[in-house]
């Protein structure tokens, strides 16, 4: 089983561009130290995923299995932790 990560954004959004640029770097550091660890990344748009509507006044959102880390703003040492702790 791998880890599944999920950023929920919102096309136009400056934060989720964000996100996105931070979650990619702490990716490409998971992925250096633990190159063994399978994971999955799954790029949302809320508006197009009516599931995650409870999250519209929150994103950019990361959840990681199913649980949210982070919103607004990806702590880079938080994201990375809770990867190392699934790892």
Known sequence: MGIEITLIGRNG??????AQADLAQ????FAHEYPE???SIDD????????FAHFTDEVPVLLINGQQV???RIDHDRVFAKLEELA
């Open 26 to 29: 702490v990716i490409a550091r």
């Open 37 to 39: 660890v399978e994971y």
């Open 13 to 18: 959004c400056h934060l989720c561009e964000v």
């Open 44 to 51: 949302l748009d809320i508006d197009q995923n009516p599931q």
């Open 70 to 72: 982070s919103f607004w």
